[in-house]
């Protein structure tokens, strides 16, 4: 069983350029989760989509944004990006997001770098 | 108050020793707890889940959970040098919260 898959791995962008960062689910999981850890620090909340819909969004600015396809993929949008930015962002899918057997699984992340 | 609190690291055992990795929460709702561990420059890998009162066991690793008290631990029994990362606490899936680790060092 594939994985949950992450593109690109790495990533140097300037400041003030836009970044799609894609996601591909374990198969068979509805729901896809983004997270941006910056260096040393833990996992913030981004967006958590679910059956195509966002269920719930994290404390960032409307410059993040993202979707859900029919085939359960997702891509994270950030525009106008900013230093602050570079973190490791990764995406984690569940089966069920109210099963209690059954946590996330993530990718590997992309490593986004803005200079 | 964090929603999600754990003891702060980096905490350091020898090898074969316990480590005990400790995870408060505010909300009383929660109904299931994650535990996962992340090596440095790696994606988090969920080791344990607990939904219940008391200790679930999986190998070497013992999962407690105490409900009344909103306090989970993780138990790491004859600690080996691979067990030296930063371990995660999440309660439930729909919270959508982690806490921020506590970086463990098994030292040989």
């Known amino acids: 069983e594939a994985g949950v898959t992450q593109s690109p791995t790495h990533l140097i962008k300037t400041r003030g350029q836009q970044v799609t960062l894609r996601c591909s689910p374990i198969?068979?999981?509805?729901?896809v989760y983004w997270y941006q850890q910056a260096l040393g620090l833990g996992l913030q909340f981004l967006l958590w989509?679910?059956?195509?819909?966002?269920?719930n969004r994290g404390n960032f600015p409307p410059r993040f944004s993202g979707r859900q396809f029919p085939n359960y993929s997702s891509e994270l949008n950030v525009n106008a990006l900013e230093l602050e930015d570079s973190a490791l962002y990764l995406c984690?899918?569940?089966?069920?997001?109210?099963?209690?057997?059954?946590?996330?699984?993530f990718g590997s992340g992309t490593r986004l770098t803005v200079v | 108050q964090k929603e999600v609190e754990q003891n702060s690291g980096p905490l350091s055992v020898p090898e074969g020793a316990i480590a005990s990795l400790n995870c408060t929460y505010s909300?009383?709702?929660?109904?299931?707890f994650f535990w996962y561990r992340q090596y440095s420059g790696k994606s988090p890998e969920l080791i344990m889940s607990i939904y219940s009162n008391g200790d679930k066991e999986d190998g070497r690793f013992t999962a407690q959970l105490n409900k009344a008290s909103q306090y989970v631990s993780l138990l790491i029994r004859d600690s080996q040098p691979s067990d030296s990362a930063t371990y995660l606490c999440a309660p439930s899936l729909e919270k959508l919260t982690f806490g921020t680790g506590t970086r463990l060092t098994i030292i040989p």
């Open positions: 198969s068979g999981h509805t729901s």
């Open positions: 984690a899918s569940s089966l069920d997001p109210f099963d209690y057997n059954y946590g996330y699984t």
């Open positions: 989509y679910d059956e195509g819909e966002e269920r």
């Open positions: 909300d009383r709702v929660s109904q299931s």
